[in-house]
């Protein structure tokens, strides 16, 4: 075998001058990008609440497909997610933060089934600390690639899936948005609160993907005719019936985890991430 | 030969280091040397490995002087993504560094991100395969593989990208001593035969010191480099033979068994070594007693009808091959595992984890969650009602010292020593030790073996599972081998060691059965 | 017989294909009978217990949505004609379920990552990361509530968790490391990447995924032709039909089930 692999270097020069234009070695999301994201992640927003905003449009759509609209919606988001990932994943993730996906989303993997009581599952304090510790970028990351690969392994797959994936997405980059104050008391503190609300906001957007379709004129159901105002009351209706105490297990639960392990999973986290000199982001 | 690797003038602070890891390095290592970097740990060994493809500084941050080049290449100018095709980087846990699921496809994956064509990568997998021994593997998922070839395949991953120099970190620490006879064989051959440049870190100088032509020397970040024996024989921490050589004033000091018979053909002979008191086969009260154990370990069957004792003030060895059981019985012995026949029992009663029986497990990071080693130790106490301090647990294992400090910044050897302490502290009448020397610098090695004499003393007994028969020899009273689920050889140390030719410790080759550690043979001849 | 694997696209044509069948029909007969069509190909191409493992879960899920999707009923007024619809949505669903269950089963998730397109590559080997890495996370749960239990630590309840969550997220956070120096120096990022042994298309793969076209073919002109019903009447409910063109497509579905085997 020779030691010397010249074609090896040929294609090596190549690779070198393409590739050193796209330097990027950490999640660092510059201002111009974070816009791109923002807008993304609005049309995103609007895949999910379009019943409240466009009852015209939409009531034709249900009634000529009204089975196949879940799925004309998750195509939507399922596109949007494509596009979204290729954002921010443009300039390369680097093996840092891949590997680091890898053995945190392992963890959702691991976390999916077990933790499961009625609305609550433990993978959702992965996210919350994951996204406190390594910024949003890492944690809405995360949270896509975790429901994604626990969705596998779980069979737990459906034309939710984009959804969750997002919804996830969006606790974990909300988990990395929210201010570390100055002592541990503080960044637990807001992280419990986080982890409270993201457990019903979850649930109250994932109900969203379905709810539209079952038009069948009670007061909680979707009024293609009803205006904005009269849908989000009908819907909180329906979330309460339907949602409210499944989500409660999963905001308590968040609550329960966040301050029994909160503190010294951030502290593992944060030690890794500078021992790995990881620039978040 | 020209040189493939050199440093010059390089010192490097890690990003939260208060002092240099590596200081005023010059080096260089001439092509087709097998060059290995010995010294205590913390030494700057790992440091300079991964100086060597960039890692350093360009993975870990931190402050860098000096040059380092490779292959002609700057290191600072590169990425290490881009000295992927000539210096290879093999970690210490190759299970942790796969990508991929099957072993070619692993082998495979460096060329593709070096976008080498298709054609050529069939031919360097194919040609990689067969410089490892690996052809019957091809096919495997990487994680059903043993430890020995895991290591290779990470060997082989790291190779097929063609580059000039192998940096390997202690890649026979977490094996077998077969397994390291593979890896060192494969490594011999590399160098031999196809000359390439291989350059190692490595604690377990009995095994590396015979083969490598060039050694480096690590002393608080200062390096020297020179011939094997002149560095190694510096260092005061070699293999025994080297260590008995010192003792006795060899010149040259040898580092392999046959090096040191050669040196003892011309002296004197020791005359047979006394019966060592708490060595005997004196039986004092019984400690555990198992009985015609039958046991499994995911669906086999791994011990069967074993009868065992361990009485008071016994440190007993067992030993055995991996996969012999070793781990299963302590387990066992713990009460974390039910047996499928038969009856263990711990002062007459069946054991219970924590209390009868304190085990630390092979992975000694598996027990530490504390922020600081007093309070790991502390957990431990408080968990069984103790209201008393970390204190002396501590001062038993040599590490009061580090009583402030976070577990997680301190050595693989003093972590072991901290979760040894914390396990300790459950005060079992039977303390057992899982394959303790992995990855074990020799200053925490004594530091152990002191310990668990110590406390087999205080009327209590110790049982330690390891294939490390230099630990054996240092530290059992009794050894115990197993194979086949049932013990094979049961007796004295001396004994059983000298009997065997696979466990035989260094001393023994050399001077014949009996002989186990070179303070005794000092001691004999003097 | 050709040992080679199966190139991952005739899978993905396979599922794409009978995933879109089931898309487009709500006739309970079409459905059941593509879960049949789904099992066999599953059990003529399981390698191994942990696929087998995640194809039950994948049934099981299936019957769930079915399930769940039925119970949505009770959100309206409950009629014979209501609740027929929503178990025949449910069925679909389930349908699609269990076509993917079989997909999972018999595709090895890096072999699609390294199909996947270049900018997806990296979230793509994170996710395939993640479930290999996963039964090892599992695994280690389970050692390190043995090595507490050894030294005293029993985790129960809220309190004793940090004992149990620290030591695995540490391990996780050291493998990553290691997993990441790795790849590092192993050239990840270095630019454009080529594929080692582009996946040849075999006889086995046309033959699975020609057959899938034509059944997707089929059902579509059904769809567009109108010529078969596809969507059963609920109200009032009237016995689904069969059309045996329709069943003849189904059945070429079933081809992956004979074809392209690995050896066992």
Redesign the interface.
Known sequence: ?????A???Q??A???R??EARE??TVLVPGMRIALLVLANVIGLLAFVWPFLVPSIARRVAENHQ??GP?IVAALGAILL?LL??EL??G???????????????????LRLPGFVAGFSALFIVVLVAGNSLGPGFGF?LG???M???G????????WLPFEMVAVGWVGAGAGLLPHGGSWRTRIAWLAAFGFASGYLYGLVMELW?WPF?T???A??WNPGGGAWMNVRHYLA?YVV?GLTWDTFRAVGNV??V???GR??L???D??A????LRVG | MSDVLRFDAVTYVY??GARPAIEDVDLAIAEGSFALAVGPTGSGKSTLLRASNGLVPQ???GTFTGRVSVDGRDTLAHAPR?LA?VVAFVPQDPGASFVLDRVEDELAYG?EN????PV?MRR?VE??LD?LDLPGLRDRSVRTLSGGERQRVAIAAALA????ILVLDEPTSQLDPQGAEDVMAALQRLVHD???TVLLAEHRLERVAGWVDVAIGFDHGRVRSGTPADVIGHLGSGPPVTRLGQMLGWDPLPLTVRAARAAAAGGPRPALPPRDPARNGHRHGVVAEVRGLRASYAETTVLRGLDLDVHEGEVLAVMGRNGAGKSTLLRVLAGIHEPSAGQVQILGAKPRPGVDVGLCPQEADELL?S?SVEHEVRATLVARGEAGGAGPWLAALGIAGLAARHP?DLSAGQRLLVATAAVAATDAPLLALDEPTRGLDPASKERLIGFVRAHALGGRAAVVATHDVELAAAVATRVVILAGGEVIADGDPGAVLGDSRVFAPQMTRVFGPGWLTPDQVVEALT | MDRRPVHPMAWIVWATSAGFVA?VT?DPVYLLLLWAVSWFVYAGHRVDAEHAR?FR??????MV?VALRTA?VF???VSAA?TTFSFL?GL??GT??VI??TF?AVTD?FGLVRMAPR??H??A??????????P???AG?GRVRDAQRMRGIRIHG??A??AL??P???R??E???T???S??ARG?????R?RYRPQPWTGAAILIAVPAIAAAATFLAASVGGWAVLHPQTSPIVWPEADPLLLAGIGLLAVPGVVGRPER
């Open positions: 075998m020779t030691t010397r692999s074609l090896g270097l294609t090596q190549a690779n070198v393409e590739a990027r070695r089975g196949d799925w494509a990932f290729l994943g443009r390369g993730l680097g093996p840092k933060t891949v590997a680091l996906l890898g053995v945190l989303g392992a963890a959702m993997v691991a990351l896509c690639i975790g994604f690969a626990s596998i392994f779980v069979g737990g797959l459906g034309p379905f079952l069948d004129g009670s909680l159901a329906f339907d329960v985890l301050i029994a392990i010294p999973v502290a593992a986290l030690r890794a500078r021992r790995m000199q | 990003p939260e993975f870990t941050g881009r095709d060329m070096l976008g080498v064509d050529h360097r040609e990689t410089l990208a063609g580059p000039r196809h000359g390439m969650f922020d997680r | 898309f709500t995640s879960l994948f049934l099981t899920g299936a949505a949505l959100f309206g007024t209501n949505e679909r669903l699609i379920l993917f269950g999972n998730p900018h997806f990296e979230p080997l994170a996710a395939a990361l993640a479930l290999s890495i996963a090892r996370t599992v749960v809220a309190r968790l940090p969550a620290v695995v997220l540490e996780g956070m493998e990553a490391h997993l990441a120096e790849m590092d990840h990022g270095a630019g454009r080529s």
